[in-house]
């Protein structure tokens, strides 16, 4: 007899607690979600229902990948970010509920005109800014060609593409100021952290965009010293940072001639991204 969406979900969350999944019964309720293509409120009225055969199976196989530690969001191909699903694979970050600390500071300050966001990834931090500013507009960079594709896949799908334009290239390398806002979320794991790493992310989430190597600092110091000359007059750079990592950047933008404003908290009350002005 086949079983119910309920039936499947407990079985589910018993393999995935099995495997050492954190929180495998929300994340069995989600793959359900996706699975069977329903939102939190249509699934539960529908828990009791036998899905069909190609539901079942769509989702028993993402149950297997995150029993393997494969992160929600590759699997299901999105994550959801500042109310907005952006698109997701191996080759970019996996946007992370701190970032939105940023995301929230920037919007108090706002809005600004001019935006650029160094290292852009999927896009979140950019695009998330550009879709609350209508009259702003921004560039994005970024080393990697799959993620640039990424961010103007996720540009196109909110409907802000003519408004973001991304650039292949070095943290800023080429890239004509000046800017109201800038903003990033640089690799800064240093190298003897990153085997702390939880499986999810130490198997499938792009090294280069989490850990520069050595000490995690390289893209502050690539960084720093070029913010002042992209920004206008008053302009705001805000960065995101690791939570040990304070007073280090914080001298360096200070040998930037930057004066930093001050240091957001994320929800762990940890530091989490610094504001400074040209």
Not at 116 to 125: F, P
Not at 183 to 199: K, Q, R, T, W
Not at 252 to 274: E, G, K, T
Request: proline fraction near 6%; aromatic fraction near 4%.
């Amino acid at each position: 007899m086949s079983q119910s969406r309920a039936a499947l979900i407990r079985a589910a969350t018993e393999k995935l607690d099995a495997a050492g999944v954190p929180d495998g019964a929300r994340d069995a309720r989600l793959l359900m979600r996706w699975a069977a293509d329903l939102d939190g409120a249509s699934l539960a009225a529908a828990l009791g229902d036998v899905p069909g055969q190609a539901e079942a199976q769509a989702f028993q196989s993402a149950i297997d990948r995150r029993a393997g530690r494969e992160p929600v969001s590759h699997i299901t191909g999105q994550r959801l970010f500042w109310g907005r699903e952006f698109l997701v694979t191996p080759d970019v970050l996996d946007p992370r509920p701190e970032t939105e600390t940023l995301i929230a500071e920037a919007i108090n300050r706002g809005p600004f005109e001019r935006l650029l966001d160094i290292g852009v990834g999927s896009g979140c931090i950019l695009l998330s800014l550009l879709a609350e500013w209508p009259d702003a507009s921004g560039i994005g960079t970024d080393t990697s060609t799959a993620a640039i594709q990424i961010a103007r896949q996720n540009a196109d799908r909110h409907g802000i593409a003519d408004r973001a334009l991304m650039i292949e290239t070095c943290w800023a390398d080429g890239v004509q100021g000046p800017f109201d806002l800038i903003v990033s979320n640089p690799p800064y794991i240093a190298a003897d952290e990153m085997a702390g790493l939880s499986p999810e992310v130490q198997l499938h989430e792009p090294h280069a965009a989490l850990s520069p190597g050595g000490d995690g600092l390289d893209g502050y110091r690539a960084i720093a010293p070029v913010l002042r000359g992209l920004l206008t007059p008053g302009g705001v750079a805000m960065l995101e940072i690791g939570p040990t990592q304070y007073e280090q950047v914080a001298a360096m933008l200070a040998s930037a001639q930057l004066s930093v404003v001050m240091v957001i908290p994320d929800l762990d009350q940890r530091a989490r991204v610094i504001v400074c002005q040209s």
